[in-house]
């Protein structure tokens, strides 16, 4: 099983700036990641895959880079809708799928 | 537009049997489609747990740590997909997520339901 670790578990940042997100995979799953964004009450989103694409209708200021077991999710000028929690998933070797364990932004 | 929802009791008895149901509206579950139809959930306070998987042509695939308690099952007829974990403990409270994987066995998941708050209580 492909353990995914990301941190940190809790990012406080103002509105405006900047965010990076990492995960790490315990092998390598090539470019088979993908980030999800969770809010309490609604559907959870994809909002990259493939590490680097960003899913239809996800904003510019969305981008995923990395290959291999190191990947991140930069969330660039932050607006109020994307304090949420962030999950990255393999889906290089399955089953089982493997989610990292989330990444909570909040506001600062 | 893709749409996922789940349906099901929000309280079960430990011992007893959990019972979902996924409905699918804007995709197709048919044994003739590229799609993949899952279960993810999320216990008070902790990370994603995948549950298992069913490929529309009707083969499954469940988590180690569950998989003696899962059943997934289609339904084309009615275009959704249901679960059964049997012998709930306190520990399967939780959030439980119906999802949809569509491209292929290397592809994410790419629509997601609402989610359901199941609790397991007597």
């Known amino acids: 099983e492909i353990v995914m670790t990301q941190s940190p578990a809790t990012l406080s940042v103002s509105p405006g700036e900047r965010a990076t997100l990492s995960c790490r995979a315990s092998q390598s799953v090539s470019n088979n990641l993908a980030w999800h964004q969770l809010k309490p009450g609604q559907a959870p989103r994809l909002l990259i895959y493939g590490a680097t694409t960003r899913a239809t209708g996800v904003p510019g200021r969305f981008s995923g880079s990395g290959f291999g077991t190191e990947f991140t999710l930069t969330i660039s000028s932050l607006q109020s809708e994307d304090f949420a929690v962030y999950y990255c998933q393999q889906y290089n070797d399955w089953p089982p799928v493997t989610f990292g364990q989330g990444t909570r932004l909040e506001i600062k | 537009q893709v749409q996922l929802q789940e349906s099901g009791p929000g309280l079960v008895k430990p011992s007893e049997t959990l019972s979902l149901t996924c409905t699918v509206s804007?995709?197709?579950?048919?044994?003739?489609?590229?799609?993949?139809w899952g279960w993810i959930r999320q216990p008070p306070g902790k990370g994603l747990e995948w549950i298992g998987t069913?490929?529309?042509?009707?083969?499954?695939y469940s988590n180690p740590s569950l998989k003696s308690r899962v059943t997934i099952s289609v339904d084309t007829s009615k275009n959704l997909f249901s679960l059964n974990l049997t012998s709930v403990t306190a520990a399967d409270t939780a959030i439980y997520y119906c999802?949809?994987?569509?491209?292929?066995?290397?592809?994410?998941?790419?629509?997601w339901g609402q989610g359901t708050l199941v609790t397991v209580s007597s």
């Open positions: 999802a949809r994987t569509s491209g292929g066995w290397l592809s994410p998941i790419d629509y």
């Open positions: 804007g995709s197709s579950i048919s044994t003739t489609t590229n799609h993949f």
């Open positions: 069913i490929y529309s042509a009707g083969t499954t």
